[in-house]
């Protein structure tokens, strides 16, 4: 008996480490799929992390491509031009680069002959040019050769006014008149002050090499301080025109809109065929523009792809060539995606399309013109109607897709363009000021910029000389005011 009670002992304690063993095991397998667990919510994670990290990689390498390309351009590349088709591009590329110089069989082109003659001079020989012999007769031949030039040092005018008094008998004081071409209480005359501001907002040149030219070539001695003074002056005369063209802009048919960074600033441009305005705001958002346009609008706005553009009530037209740009991008940053570049280039071409339909819009439409707008429009819908795989792209069907009205208005009118090249033509100018002069530091300044560019811009468009506009309009504001609105 002894002995079994031994043996059942013996098994029980087996038993009990065999129970403690298991036990220990149990929670180390606990412990081990916890763990497994944690990693692969760790994989996924990092997984994810590689993914946004690689695509975050590709879109910074199309901007490298895309600004190595604007860098280091070569001078044989021809810019690239979205209207045109995908076989035009590859036949430029097997054609011979153009010869500078006018075409085969056109008439060559030179200045003309000038209508007077200042100074006439006989060219006679006394020696040979080419032997240096003296032996010389003067033949029956001759040749009349013109030559315009500029005097130097140009002269300048001093003007005195001398002022007779009358005594008005009507309202009983006396009184004075006005000579042509004077500016009471100014020592420096209109055509001073109008090339001045003809230099500064015209040609790009800084206050301090206005004074420079101003002195060197014309001996007009004047302070670069006087050179702000002299556009605050003309901005007095000309803000009441700038109201003017602004609430023009307001009630127009069709307007360009643009923006560009202006010193901590942003001027925006809004123009069309007849009047330009610039207007300088704090920020590039929705509330700049309601400053400047109101919310709502009456006319076809076209513009960029902004977002500030969304919330203005009104018919709207999107540039096509920056959604071309746009479009060109993504087809290099999804090149690993077969399925995506296909949806992309068949987006690209009813695009190019609807481009070159709009082209083609002028007084008498294509007799096509109906079935070619309705098979563009169709074939544009039926795409954005596609869900892509790719998350980015998903993202940027769906925000093209709630824009498919504003890509075809320019379908419906004739006189709205499919894209916005006016209104950074008219920003061009501002764009040159800046890299030049900065921009603008104080809030005169910026009136200055928002008042003279405007007019001036303007009455380029009317055909008009900006300088004798800028020196008619200090001299006479009423036929400066006829000759713009």
């Known amino acids: 008996m002894t002995g079994f009670k031994d043996l059942k ?42 993914e946004s990290l690689r695509l975050d990689l590709k879109d910074l390498m ?41 075409k085969k069989g056109h008439k060559g082109k030179t200045r003309k002959k000038p209508d007077r ?53 009507c309202c009983r004081k006396t009184v004075h008149g006005k000579g042509v071409g004077e500016l009471p209480g100014s020592f420096i005359g209109p055509r001073t002050k109008a090339l001045a501001s003809y230099m500064r907002y015209h040609m790009s040149v800084p206050y ?84 400047i346009l109101g919310d709502n609008y009456r006319g076809v706005m076209i513009s960029d792809l902004l977002g500030a553009y969304n919330k203005i009530k009104c018919r709207k037209q999107r540039c096509l060539v920056h959604l071309l740009r746009l479009l060109k991008k993504w087809i290099i940053y999804f090149d690993y995606d077969k399925r995506t570049v296909k949806y992309l280039e068949e987006l690209k071409k009813v695009v190019k399309g609807i481009i070159a339909l709009s082209n083609s819009m002028t007084d008498k439409l294509p007799d096509d013109f109906i079935d070619r707008k309705a098979d563009l429009v169709g074939r544009l819908r039926r795409l954005l109607n596609k869900e892509q795989k790719i998350t980015k792209a998903e ?27 006016l209104a950074e033509r008219n920003l061009r100018s501002s764009v040159i000021m800046r890299k030049i002069t900065h921009g603008s530091r104080s809030e005169k300044g910026v009136k200055n910029h928002e008042v003279l560019m405007s007019l001036i811009q303007t009455a380029k468009l009317k055909q008009q000389n900006p300088f004798e506009y800028l020196q008619m309009l200090m001299t006479d504001p009423l036929a400066a005011e006829k000759a713009i609105l």
């Open 62 to 102: 199309v901007q490298l491509k895309e600004f190595k390309e604007m860098i280091f351009k070569k001078a044989s590349k021809r810019k690239w031009q979205p209207w045109k088709k995908d076989d035009e591009d590859d036949d430029e590329k097997d054609k011979k680069p153009k010869k500078p110089g006018r």
């Open 117 to 169: 003659v200042d100074i006439h001079q006989d060219v006679l020989l006394k020696e040979c040019p080419e032997c240096h012999g003296k032996d010389l007769s003067l033949c029956q031949r001759y040749e009349d050769h013109y030559q315009e030039d500029i005097i130097i040092p140009a002269k300048t005018e001093v003007t005195r006014f001398r002022h007779h008094y009358y005594w008005c008998k």
């Open 208 to 291: 301090r090499k206005v004074k420079v030219l101003l002195e060197k070539v014309f001996g007009m001695e004047v302070d670069m301080s006087s050179c702000v003074g002299f556009d605050g002056q003309i901005r007095a005369r000309g803000e009441p025109l700038y109201e003017d063209l602004l609430g023009s802009m307001k009630n127009s048919v069709w307007l360009n809109m643009d923006e560009t960074g202006w010193k901590g600033k942003w001027l925006w441009c809004m123009g069309n065929m007849e009047s330009v305005v610039f207007a300088i705001r704090s920020g590039r958002g929705q509330k700049d523009l309601s400053s």
């Open 395 to 421: 993202k940027f069907r769906k925000r093209m897709l709630g824009r498919v009205e504003e890509f075809i208005t320019c379908l419906d009118y004739v006189e709205v363009c499919a894209h916005n090249n």
């Open 9 to 50: 002992n013996h098994d029980n304690q087996k038993v009990r480490e065999l129970y403690e063993l298991h036990r220990k095991l149990r929670k180390e397998s606990e412990r081990i799929v916890r763990k497994n667990r944690r990693y692969e919510k760790e994989i996924v994670h990092l997984r994810g992390t590689i």
